[in-house]
């Protein structure tokens, strides 16, 4: 279960990341469709993102929730799966327009608190 907790916290993180520079674009879902599908539990994911994206959840709340999974699930939270899970956020941010200032800041701020666990 701890695994599939994470892809919720990555679920949620891609809409903050999405979300971040104002709103979401066709380019960032699409991506987000095509890298989520070869995650072992990226349908979970994509399914959060959706449901935050349904009830228009705030980017800082999203962030929250996101650290909240990773924090209760750090002892699964490997450096290989931060590794991949800023690999996708990453990935995301590109693919619309390279990535904005605010894409940038969260994509840091995600980096520096996630090596934090």
């Known amino acids: 279960m701890a695994q599939q907790d994470l892809y919720i916290g990555l ?5 903050a990341l999405a979300k ?25 994911a994509f399914y959060v993102f959706d449901l ?12 929250q929730f996101a650290f909240r999974r990773f ?23 590109n693919a619309y327009d ?3 200032r605010k894409e940038n800041e969260l994509l840091r701020r995600f980096q520096r608190d996630i090596n934090k666990l």
């Not at 679920?11 to 809409?15: E, I, K, N, P, V």
């Not at 066709?26 to 539990?41: D, F, H, I």
């Not at 994206?53 to 705030?58: A, D, I, L, T, V």
């Open 11 to 15: 679920g949620s993180m891609a809409y």
């Open 20 to 44: 971040s520079d104002g709103r979401l674009q066709l380019e960032e879902v699409t991506a987000m469709q095509q890298v989520l599908r070869v995650e072992p539990y990226g349908d979970i």
């Open 52 to 63: 935050k994206e349904r009830y228009g959840e705030s980017v800082e709340d999203a962030y």
């Open 71 to 93: 924090a209760e699930n750090r002892r699964d939270l490997n450096p290989a799966l931060k590794k991949n899970f800023q690999r996708v956020l990453e990935l995301i941010a």
């Open 98 to 100: 390279g990535t904005s």
